[in-house]
């Protein structure tokens, strides 16, 4: 098959599931699927197919434009009740109060009421809420490329927010001539793992509590919690909000040690100091070494500037955040998938493959029997009071500072 098909010009790890390709073929020869971990995949209709190439054109693994940074600030929202609802400094939320508030629109990452994970678009400061907070599984991406593309043509100022391969795939999709009122928001991503996966999970939980209404990522118990690692769900029964840290838990646990990420993610061409993006967020971490602007306690954003319009919306919005210029090393020291990718474990593709396999409920039980003390250890953790933690941290912070 010749070189202008997206089959025949990406291998299979190598695909970020972004769906330009599905988006921009004229005639419908592709479409999403999925893999046998439930991974997002386009498959192609060869007897439709025109071999147009246009979907070679469009991908971000075969074409991909950065910027190197401007510069870096340490940042957090002024508006406790934006951070409280927000996984870190609250940025995002004031980025996209600004752009509603000038006639825009705004797309990004959502969990629907059947905890499906998607991009949708946003108009109002109602819908605020559903986009904001990191969703740790890939996001399907539907036809949003096409709606970004529709918006622009009507002259429309539009924010896009998402992984740096999906902010590469927008950047390609869209005419430059359309990109004036493009603005776009790349957030440091280590990988993503499946939907199927997330699923499977749910069904766990909820044969062993119960219905859940709600699931929350990175919950925040208060505006001053520590960027401690809190995941919760609420059940149905007695609208009870069940909180854990990630160490307590199978999913949040295999997320954060990386076993659960799709292929292309531990080889990911956008986890480097170049972006893709407008902005860059991330967490920042351990900025108390490096900051005393803040209260400690506090959730900080790292936001890395990376073009002149960035720059210009950080500007607007400068009495709505509480901000420091930064060492943009200092950022990376702290977050690494800012500049190199996630190191495939070795018992990657055997966790995925039991889980396929023997079922989420086996993996469960075999997680819980191996993990015992340090479930027992970050569940005693979790009840510690933020002012507790804030005088140990205000040691080690002594001790490290010499």
């Known amino acids: 098959m010749e070189k202008n098909s997206i089959e025949s010009s990406v291998q299979k790890d190598e695909c970020c599931g972004c769906g330009a390709c599905i988006n921009i073929c004229p005639v419908k020869a592709l479409k999403y699927e999925t893999d046998q971990y439930g991974f997002i995949i386009p498959a192609i209709d060869n007897e439709k197919c025109i071999m147009c190439g246009k979907c070679v054109s469009v991908c971000p693994v075969l074409e991909c434009k950065k910027r190197l940074p401007i510069k870096a600030y340490a940042a ?19 980025i996209a109060r600004y752009i509603l508030e000038n006639k825009g629109v705004v797309y990004g990452c959502t969990m629907d009421r059947n905890f499906t994970v998607k991009h949708i678009r946003i108009d109002c400061f109602d819908d605020l809420e559903k986009i904001m907070r990191s969703k740790y599984v890939q996001s399907y991406m539907g036809d949003v490329y096409h709606q970004i593309e529709e918006e622009l043509k009507k002259n429309k100022m539009v924010m896009f927010s998402g992984t740096p391969c999906q902010v590469a795939a ?17 957030v440091v991503c280590h990988g993503v793992p499946s939907q199927s996966f997330f699923d499977s999970y749910l069904r766990g939980l909820e044969k062993e509590f119960g219905v859940i209404q ?7 118990k208060t505006v001053n919690n520590g960027m401690n690692w809190y995941s919760a769900y609420r059940l149905k029964t007695g609208n009870k909000l069940k909180v854990y840290n990630w160490p307590e838990d199978i999913f949040n646990f295999l997320y954060m040690k990386s076993y659960i990420y799709r292929e292309s ?12 993006g407008d902005i860059t967020l991330c967490d920042y971490w351990s900025w108390e070494k490096y900051h005393n602007q803040f209260s400690l306690g506090n959730t900080i954003s790292g936001v890395i500037i990376n073009s002149a319009k960035a720059e210009e919306i950080v500007g607007q919005i400068s009495d709505k955040i509480d901000f420091v210029e930064t060492d943009i090393d200092d950022i990376k020291d702290n977050n690494s998938c800012l500049v190199k990718p996630t190191k495939m474990p070795l018992k990657r593709n055997e966790v995925l493959e039991f889980w396929r396999q023997q079922g989420m409920e086996e993996l469960n039980r075999l997680f819980k029997k191996r993990n015992k003390k340090n479930i027992l250890k970050y569940s005693l953790m979790r009840k510690i009071p933020q002012p507790v933690m804030n005088i140990l941290l205000k040691l080690r912070l002594k001790m490290m500072r010499g």
């Open 76 to 94: 957090k929202t002024i508006d406790d009740k934006l951070c409280l609802k927000s996984s870190s400094g609250g940025i995002f939320g004031s």
């Open 265 to 276: 993610c531990y080889k990911c061409e956008f986890a480097t100091i170049e972006r893709t």
């Open 214 to 220: 709600e699931y929350i990522f990175r919950y925040k």
């Open 170 to 186: 927008v950047n390609n999709y869209i005419p430059d001539k359309y990109k004036e009122k493009l603005f776009t928001i790349d």
